[in-house]
């Protein structure tokens, strides 16, 4: 037997047959192995999302259902609307402490309230208020929402909020109201 040459020890045949098998292993894991896994990886990837997703809207549904019952429900009927009123000169007075009070009741510190003088001489029939008050932003709205039932109420010229230190605000407003 020699010993220098492959083809010696093994017949050309067997060899011929040995690459064609190692060939055939090689495109088997090349053609089908290796994109099966890509796609199982990737499938594994989606799955990752979908469960993501389903966690999430297991978190969100109620508070859907207490959103979409709350779209349901009848709708609010508004702001106030009452029946308008002149306020007399003897009045006036009694509507700058009701507007202290008004400003008390939502948690917020009247810090000036000073009725603009000249319009109480002039001919038109309206009185400016200017009110400078500190207290909460969010108790603002329930504050604009009663001034605005009052039935000598006819407008707020300004707004003005300035942040203060802490967490409250500044906040200024020129309040109209009818008078006789």
């Known amino acids: 037997m020699r010993t220098g040459k492959l083809g010696s020890i093994m017949p050309t045949q067997s060899l011929v047959f040995l ?10 894991i090349l053609l089908i192995i290796l994109p099966g896994q890509r796609q199982a990886a990737e499938l594994d990837r989606e799955i990752a999302g979908l469960t993501a997703r389903i966690e999430e809207q297991r978190v969100l549904a109620p ?9 349901k429900a009848p709708a609010a009927l508004g702001l106030p609307t009452p029946t308008r009123a002149k306020l007399a000169r003897a009045e006036i007075g009694g509507a700058l402490k009701h507007l202290q009070e008004l400003a008390a009741a939502h948690k917020m510190a009247v810090r000036e309230l000073t009725p603009d003088v000249n319009t109480l001489t002039d001919a038109s029939a309206r009185f400016l208020v200017q009110l400078l008050a500190n207290g909460q ?12 039932s009052l039935p000598y109420f006819e407008g707020i010229e300004e707004i003005e909020i300035k942040a203060v230190e802490g967490n409250t605000k500044d906040i200024g407003l020129k309040i109209s109201l009818t008078r006789e």
């Not at 932003?137 to 605005?148: A, E, K």
């Open 19 to 28: 690459a064609l098998g190692a060939a055939a292993i090689l495109a088997f």
């Open 63 to 71: 508070i859907f259902t207490t959103l979409f019952a709350k779209a």
């Open 137 to 148: 932003f969010m108790d603002l709205r329930g504050f604009l929402v009663d001034i605005g």
